[in-house]
């Protein structure tokens, strides 16, 4: 079974300060999916962004990229000119496609707070 | 337009009672879910849906049944509701296979039973 272990339960920055959230996964599988999703206080899962195992450029979306270390199983996010909006909770998930059934596997969650 | 809706968006009830959450999503997906968000906000899959097949039923006690009438929606049917199933579940969708795979979630249901 995978597993996906979020070191950092709370991390606080500065607006227009960069941050890195940390992410890191165990699986005997070579083609999967990875994801990052924001849950604000408004409860809504939103997803920040998306990469496939098989593509070795980094995922970019806006203020937002990822740096994943395929060997070592290392998927974390990267926050840059941080926004009051950005304040939420960021979910690290992995999922790989098979016909017995996908699902998401979710790390534990880090709280990130951006302050004024 | 919503992409996934789920209803209602709070339910607070008794021990003992029976409930159920209503999902539905217009994006054309063949994939459906539920997942459970714990106190700790912890998210675990319960159940996966594929084109109205019951693929996932993830440890779930049978007092939870998940019904799809059709590939649009997926409801979530909880009975002899107990204090520990208190949570948010969220229903989800996405397009597996021939798709970009991400999940689409609704705004989640907080359930608390008193």
């Known amino acids: 079974a995978q597993t996906v272990t979020q070191s950092q339960p709370e991390m606080s920055v500065q607006e227009a300060e960069t941050v890195t959230l940390s992410c890191t996964y165990d699986t005997s599988e070579n083609n999967y999916y990875l994801f990052w999703y924001k849950q604000p206080p408004s409860r809504q899962m939103i997803l920040v962004i998306r990469?496939?195992?098989?593509?070795?450029q980094n995922a970019t979306e806006n203020r937002f990229s990822v740096n994943f270390q395929k060997a070592a199983k290392s998927f974390s996010l990267k926050i840059s000119d941080s926004q009051l909006g950005d304040t939420a909770m960021y979910f690290c998930a992995f999922m790989k496609l098979e016909t017995s059934g996908s699902r998401l596997t979710f790390g534990e969650g880090t709280q990130l707070t951006v302050n004024p | 337009d919503t992409a996934v809706s789920q209803t209602p968006k709070y339910l607070v009830t008794q021990m003992g009672n029976d409930k159920s959450i209503k999902c539905e999503q217009n994006?054309?997906?063949?994939?459906m879910y539920w997942y459970k968000q714990d106190s700790k906000k912890f998210l675990k899959i319960m159940f996966s849906y594929n084109n109205k097949e019951l693929i996932i039923n993830e440890t779930v006690p049978n007092r939870f049944s998940p019904k799809s009438p059709d590939k649009a929606h997926l409801n979530l049917h909880i009975n002899s509701l107990e204090l520990g199933d208190s949570a948010v579940y969220f229903c989800a969708s996405s397009q597996l296979w021939g798709g970009n795979t991400e999940a689409f979630f609704g705004q989640g249901t907080r359930l608390t039973v008193v």
């Open positions: 994006l054309g997906h063949d994939t």
């Open positions: 990469q496939e195992a098989y593509k070795q």
